[in-house]
């Protein structure tokens, strides 16, 4: 009976390559100075790119971290990167690209790529996933702690900025991002999701703690994550998200639209809310004929990449940065 469902479930995923063999092994164990007395062993997977372990409610996890440039000088700020339903971390660094663009002692960037858990319901089992509600339901994971635990493991061995957290994702990891901004909204300063949503339970609880910046991208020709949304698999309308983070920042109720043909069968509409608290924007690109996938300039006129860069690098926790 539950054949359907579990064929679209398993599409929702995102794509990308494989990644690259690690170096030798350096490995170090950072305690917690929490109560539960987590600790970690991370390895070197390449350049100062490091694949870090940790046992967090009873399951094995980890993540990579590519560390801010070695010239860099003051805090450093921090990127999730969350890949999508059945992907791993390796495909979303390779997919998405950021690596480059962290890597300057201007930027002085701190990115994570962490793995998702096995999701294991009545409706599916061993795919990667993040708990973040919709067809994820079920999932007894911990990843807003686990999240959590990381930003408080990173801020021990580096020296983090804690007012310039951001998270951005691709399918379950823009749903996912959103979670963080209504679940994790203390450490969260903005989130940007590609082909993501808010799932229902996500929507209906959602408790942020500041004005929070938000930006959107998604295709038109998405059936995996539809713009209109998807009731029964519990996906909110990305209209409905808009219009959740607009009133919710104070924004003007009527956006700035701006529609680019880009004469490839593909065009953008961008559409800015403004006038927002704390002077943060919520933004949406809708990508006309576009379906589920990274956004890239060469290919829907449009970088996603490069987009959420500029956009997370004009705010921190108290807004538009001065």
């Given at each position: 009976?539950y054949?359907p469902?579990?064929?679209?479930?398993?599409l929702?995923?995102s794509c990308?390559?494989?990644?690259?063999?690690?170096s030798?092994?350096?490995?170090?164990i950072?305690p917690?100075?929490?109560?539960?007395?987590?600790s970690?062993?991370?390895?070197?997977?390449?350049?100062r790119?490091?694949?870090?372990e940790?046992?967090?409610?009873?399951?094995d996890?980890?993540y990579?971290?590519?560390?801010?440039?070695?010239e860099?000088?003051?805090?450093?700020?921090?990127?999730?990167?969350l890949?999508g339903?059945?992907?791993?971390?390796?495909?979303?660094?390779n997919?998405?690209?950021?690596?480059d663009?962290a890597?300057?002692?201007e930027?002085?960037?701190?990115?994570?790529?962490?793995?998702?858990?096995?999701?294991?319901?009545?409706l599916?089992?061993?795919?990667?996933?993040?708990?973040?509600?919709?067809w994820t339901?079920?999932s007894?994971v911990d990843?807003i702690?686990?999240?959590?635990?990381?930003?408080?493991l990173?801020?021990?061995?580096?020296?983090?900025n804690?007012?310039?957290?951001y998270?951005?994702?691709?399918?379950?990891?823009g749903?996912?991002s959103?979670?963080?901004?209504?679940?994790?909204?203390?450490?969260?300063?903005?989130?940007?999701?590609?082909?993501g949503?808010?799932?229902?339970?996500?929507y209906?609880?959602?408790?942020?703690?500041?004005?929070?910046?938000?930006?959107?991208?998604?295709?038109?020709?998405?059936?995996?994550?539809?713009?209109?949304?998807n009731?029964r698999?519990?996906?909110?309308?990305?209209?409905?998200?808009?219009?959740?983070?607009?009133?919710?920042?104070?924004?003007?109720?009527?956006?700035?639209?701006?529609?680019?043909?880009?004469?490839i069968?593909?065009?953008?509409?961008?559409?800015?809310y403004?006038?927002?608290?704390?002077?943060?924007?919520?933004?949406?690109?809708?990508?006309?004929g576009?379906?589920?996938?990274?956004?890239?300039?060469?290919?829907?006129?449009?970088?996603?990449?490069?987009?959420?860069?500029?956009f997370i690098?004009l705010?921190?926790?108290n807004?538009?940065?001065?």
């Amino acid at each position: 009976m539950y054949k359907p469902l579990l064929s679209l479930i398993f599409l929702i995923n995102s794509c990308g390559g494989g990644g690259s063999s690690s170096s030798d092994e350096v490995t170090t164990i950072v305690p917690d100075n929490t109560n539960n007395n987590y600790s970690e062993i991370c390895t070197d997977y390449q350049e100062r790119i490091l694949k870090c372990e940790f046992t967090h409610k009873g399951l094995d996890r980890y993540y990579y971290i590519q560390l801010a440039h070695p010239e860099a000088e003051g805090s450093s700020s921090l990127l999730f990167n969350l890949h999508g339903y059945n992907s791993s971390a390796i495909e979303q660094m390779n997919y998405t690209r950021f690596n480059d663009l962290a890597n300057t002692k201007e930027n002085n960037f701190i990115l994570i790529h962490p793995q998702g858990a096995e999701l294991n319901t009545i409706l599916t089992y061993g795919s990667s996933h993040w708990n973040s509600g919709a067809w994820t339901v079920g999932s007894t994971v911990d990843d807003i702690g686990f999240i959590d635990t990381i930003i408080e493991l990173v801020s021990q061995k580096y020296n983090l900025n804690q007012e310039r957290i951001y998270s951005t994702g691709m399918s379950n990891g823009g749903f996912m991002s959103y979670h963080l901004a209504c679940n994790l909204s203390s450490k969260i300063a903005a989130i940007a999701s590609v082909t993501g949503s808010m799932s229902k339970e996500t929507y209906e609880d959602c408790n942020p703690t500041h004005p929070t910046p938000i930006m959107q991208f998604h295709g038109t020709d998405d059936f995996t994550v539809p713009f209109d949304g998807n009731s029964r698999l519990g996906m909110r309308s990305i209209n409905d998200v808009m219009d959740y983070w607009k009133s919710y920042n104070a924004c003007d109720p009527d956006g700035v639209s701006i529609i680019t043909d880009y004469f490839i069968e593909i065009s953008v509409q961008h559409d800015t809310y403004l006038n927002c608290l704390n002077d943060v924007k919520v933004e949406l690109y809708k990508i006309e004929g576009m379906g589920h996938r990274w956004p890239y300039e060469n290919l829907q006129g449009i970088g996603a990449t490069e987009k959420i860069w500029e956009f997370i690098n004009l705010y921190d926790i108290n807004g538009m940065i001065d």
